[in-house]
């Protein structure tokens, strides 16, 4: 069954440093989105990407937030200046219609600010 | 404000009894439902989808749709122990919104 990739699936950065989390979509997708989890809390929607562009963002999703699809495959979150509260699982999900289908989740990067 | 809600739970039911997880959303223009699974851990997991109402049934799993009372359920029939996870509610918000947003999700424990 195909599935939504993720890596790395455990990044421990100190405060201040930019991370990238990286996703490989299901490649017949056209849709791409990521969420949060911090511990204890609910999925928490940051982004969509559709047609090589952001299509919806979240208030959490402010400056500090990127996406990018660099190649046909990559999808990317970058956090340009992390601070503790960006501690948290973040999901990258797919899907091939933006509502009449459910997501994809893929496993998920643990995001750890120290 | 798009809201999803749930009892966050623990619901804790026996082995081989009936589970029932109620979700309420606040939009009357949402067309597409979703239960997702998720183990501690984990991602969520995809079980089941509804979009028009009444009930759509697959295997042990019945979700249940009434737009009128914007409310959604999902009946896990002969639970077992491995059923032991958090359900997530999820809901698609249309007409602009277009993000799929999540309940908090109810803990179910299905003991022997």
């Known amino acids: 069954e195909p599935e939504v990739t993720q890596t790395p699936s455990h990044q421990v950065t100190q405060m201040g440093q930019e991370v990238i989390l990286r996703c490989v979509p299901i490649s017949n997708h056209l849709y791409f989105y990521w969420y949060r989890q911090i511990l204890g809390q609910k999925v928490e929607f940051l982004v969509s990407?559709?047609?090589?562009?952001?299509?919806?963002k979240s208030e959490i999703f402010d400056d500090q937030f990127s996406v990018e699809r660099p190649d046909g495959s990559n999808f990317t979150l970058k956090i340009r200046s992390t601070k503790l509260e960006d501690s948290a699982m973040y999901f990258c999900?797919?899907?091939?219609?933006?509502?009449?289908?459910?997501?994809?989740f893929g496993s998920g990067t643990r995001l750890t600010v120290v | 404000q798009k809201e999803v809600e749930q009892n966050s739970g623990p619901l804790s039911v026996p082995e081989g009894a009936i589970a029932s997880l109620n979700c309420t959303y606040s939009?009357?223009?949402?067309?597409?439902f979703f239960w997702y699974r998720q183990y501690s851990g984990k991602s969520p997991e995809l079980i089941m989808s509804i979009y028009s109402n009444g009930d759509k049934e697959d295997g042990r799993f019945t979700a249940q749709l009434n737009k009128a009372s914007q409310y959604v359920s999902l009946l896990i029939r002969d639970s077992q122990p491995s059923d032991s996870a958090t359900y997530l509610c999820a809901v698609w918000f249309s007409g602009g919104y277009n993000k799929l947003i999540f309940g908090a999700g109810t803990r179910l424990a299905v003991h022997p």
């Open positions: 999900a797919s899907s091939w219609d933006s509502g009449n289908g459910g997501y994809t």
């Open positions: 990407f559709y047609n090589n562009e952001i299509s919806e």
């Open positions: 939009d009357r223009v949402s067309q597409s």
